[in-house]
């Protein structure tokens, strides 16, 4: 990591571990994955509040987001004081001093000398990486524009798990619908990715024209002995799919001409469309937010009370993933469990 301005290839990360960044989900294997989802369970009453746990105690957290935010940055703040860390944050462009042209190199070198980790986020993709090359501690990748948002995917695997686990199921040989804004949306980029790590998993994915899935991604899960099949509707999408992964549409990055091509127009995924289609047994996911607003072509409010809407265990789980990540990064993982304890 010495390159002042150059972006890391994803390719030539080293595997995630302690004093290593996150930066992509290609740092991950199985193995990694058991590692974590273990860690993570074993936090779970750290989590609820019933348990304490400060491995953290005297650490520091820079918390950087340059883009919104509610759930990933206060999961993330959240984890490391949970485990008994501090935490010194500065959210948006116009309080840092990036405002005042301050370099992206110069930002992450300077708040690194006062952290033991950073967690960043910005809307350019590659910029993540960038701050990792002029930190002096590990970065955690909170999402960079279209790019990767590896803890987002971590726990999104682990709720999957979870859930079809519930069910009698596993990941591998599941199939998996993905509806919604797959051209921009850098969660299911992730997704897609990391499930390249399991066997047998049938992917149907739906988006309109406009925000359709480009073809590296297709490529990707090829590559990975999985299948990806291209629906022309949510509801071809969602008939068999033992997972419904939504998403909304990312109408900040946009261009015009995409505002122009894409009309959008009433609910991606309701109850009514859920019913006449899909499985009664079916998980539907979604990273939230969703777009509350009307005819925001995201997953309705109706679907709250259907018993596979696991929207809200993923945002729970989110505070586990991240807890676990941070105790692997600053490698005191190994002494979660001794240091367990009795609210
Ligand atoms: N899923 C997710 O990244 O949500 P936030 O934008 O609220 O962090």
């Given at each position: 990591?010495?390159s002042?301005?150059a972006?890391?290839?994803?390719s030539?990360l080293?595997?995630?571990?302690?004093?290593?960044h996150?930066?992509?989900v290609s740092?991950l294997?199985?193995?990694?994955l058991?590692?974590?989802?273990?860690l993570?369970?074993?936090l779970?009453?750290?989590?609820?509040?019933t348990?304490?746990c400060?491995?953290l105690?005297?650490?520091m957290?820079g918390?950087?987001?340059?883009?919104?935010s509610?759930?990933?940055?206060?999961?993330?703040e959240?984890?490391?004081q949970?485990?008994?860390?501090?935490?010194?944050s500065?959210?948006?462009?116009?309080?840092?001093?990036?405002?005042?042209?301050?370099?992206?190199?110069d930002?992450?070198?300077v708040v690194?000398?006062y952290s033991?980790?950073?967690?960043?986020?910005?809307?350019?993709t590659?910029?993540?990486?960038?701050?990792?090359?002029?930190?002096?501690?590990?970065?955690i990748n909170?999402?960079?524009?279209s790019?990767?948002?590896?803890?987002?995917?971590?726990?999104?695997?682990f709720?999957?798990r979870q859930?079809?686990?519930?069910?009698?199921?596993?990941?591998d040989?599941?199939t998996?619908?993905?509806?919604?804004?797959?051209?921009?949306?850098?969660?299911v980029?992730?997704?897609?990715h990391?499930?390249?790590?399991y066997s047998?998993?049938t992917?149907?994915?739906?988006?309109?024209?406009?925000?359709?899935?480009p073809?590296?991604?297709?490529?990707?899960?090829?590559?990975?002995?999985?299948?990806?099949?291209?629906?022309?509707?949510?509801?071809?999408?969602?008939?068999?799919a033992?997972v419904i992964?939504?998403?909304?549409?990312?109408?900040?990055r946009?261009?015009?001409?995409?505002?122009e091509?894409v009309?959008?127009k009433g609910?991606l995924?309701?109850?009514?469309?859920?019913?006449?289609?899909g499985?009664?047994?079916?998980i539907?996911?979604?990273?939230l937010?969703?777009?509350?607003?009307h005819n925001?072509?995201?997953?309705?409010p109706?679907?709250?009370?259907f018993?596979?809407?696991?929207?809200f265990r993923?945002?729970?789980?989110?505070?586990l993933?991240r807890?676990?990540?941070?105790?692997?990064?600053?490698?005191?993982a190994?002494?979660?469990?001794?240091?367990l304890?009795?609210?």
């Open positions: 990591m010495s002042d301005d972006t890391v290839p994803v030539s080293p595997p995630f571990g302690p004093g290593q996150l930066l992509s740092q294997d199985r193995a990694a058991t590692s974590l989802f273990g993570a369970e074993s779970r009453p750290v989590g609820q509040g348990q304490v400060r491995i105690e005297g650490a957290l918390s950087l987001f340059f883009e919104p509610t759930r990933t940055r206060l999961s993330f959240s984890a490391f949970r485990l008994g860390g501090a935490v010194v500065t959210t948006g462009f116009t309080f840092s001093s990036m405002a005042k042209g301050e370099s992206i190199h930002t992450a070198r690194s000398g033991d980790a950073l967690v960043v986020r910005h809307p350019d590659g910029s993540v990486a960038e701050f990792a090359d002029a930190s002096v501690v590990p970065v909170a999402g960079d524009g790019g990767e948002h590896p803890s987002q995917s971590l726990l999104d695997l709720t999957m859930e079809l686990e519930a069910r009698g199921k596993s990941i040989g599941a998996i619908a993905v509806l919604g804004d797959l051209r921009y949306g850098r969660t980029h992730s997704l897609l990391i499930l390249g790590l047998k998993v992917f149907r994915v739906f988006g309109p024209p406009a925000l359709a899935l073809a590296e991604f297709f490529e990707v899960v090829s590559a990975s002995g999985n299948r990806i099949v291209e629906c022309d509707s949510v509801g071809e999408a969602i008939g068999p033992d992964y939504c998403t909304r549409v990312q109408k900040e946009l261009s015009e001409q995409d505002e091509s009309h959008l609910d995924l309701n109850m009514a469309i859920l019913t006449q289609y499985r009664p047994d079916a539907i996911m979604h990273p937010p969703r777009d509350s607003r925001s072509f995201d997953l309705s109706d679907v709250d009370d018993p596979g809407l696991a929207i993923q945002t729970d789980n989110g505070l993933i807890m676990a990540i941070f105790s692997i990064a600053l490698g005191v190994d002494h979660v469990t001794d240091d304890r009795p609210a």
